[in-house]
């Protein structure tokens, strides 16, 4: 049974999206969706946002002390400055451990079917949680930043004024709405590409046009449409052939470890790409580093075709049209420590 399902995938996988003949948008327009901010509210579950929360999370985010060192902070693996992720291959975490995988991007993260390559974070506020507990990333407990949250005056206030409505508003899962409601806020409209779908026939150039085409005809559109161009589904990794193992390592079998199924051995969530431009190396290992690269792979090993470097070249040129307008971040002012504020370890 298992077979089968994996096998009914690949062949899915394989075969070229079903691209009219005709009008390159309208085709563009069944398959993707440009991104609007406002529909985000929609998007989030269970956390109201709220401009208190946007803010109280945004220093958060920045704020080191949220880890048992307190030297790294969520910003130091999705770094708002290289494209919502790290700038090296995979992360570096307490003690200087090197973590297994590459840190996504938190850019239009909202958008995703869940958080993590492997899907086990059903929303940001789940994720939000995992980086904080993890001995490779930051090595924190809940009650240790309750404890040093507590112990911040300003930080207190913020969290009342944030959740007025809960008796213990300084908590674990309300640091993690908090952050939520912030990440939230990290869209990326008004890409070149958003401005084509809408209607703006010259908003991309004639090479990143037929980058689009190839796009839709060759079939890398089955992993990477939606609004996110990507982050929407879990896929097999290598379906026409493996890659090599430093770019899928045996060790790791992807969501299988979530679902304790083997039909999802080496099966991710794909990646999205907007922005994928900014945020050089890619795939969950960090094991290729420019996009011509990145993209003869995934058309060799996903889908079974050799392309052209032409094709290649179109192809990377339409991916650059997906580059949005980055949020604009000031760098927060954090409120300062005190006396009964744990020290690092």
Known sequence: MHLTRFAALAAALLAPTLAAAGDLRADANAVFKPIDAASVAAVVKNNEITPAKIELGGKLFFDPRLSKSQIISCNSCHNLGTGGADA??????????????????????????????????????????????????????????????NSIPAYVTEFKAAFPADPNPVSFDNMAKAIEAFEATLTTPNSRFDKFLRGDASALNDVEKKGLRLFLDKGCAGCHGGVNIGGNGYFPFGVAQKPSVEILPVADKGRAKVTNDAADEFVFRSAPLRNVALRAPYFHTGAVWTLEEAVDLMAKDQLGESLSDQDVKAIVAFLGALTGDQPKIVYPILPPRASGTPLPQ
């Open 88 to 149: 090296g291959p995979t992360s570096i975490g307490h003690g200087w451990a090197k973590g297994p995988r590459r840190a996504p991007t938190v850019l239009n993260a909202v958008f995703n079917v869940a958080q993590f390559w492997d899907g086990r974070a059903v929303d940001l506020k789940a994720q939000a949680k995992g980086p904080v507990q993890a001995d490779v990333e930051m090595n924190n407990t809940p009650a240790q930043v309750e404890k040093t949250l």
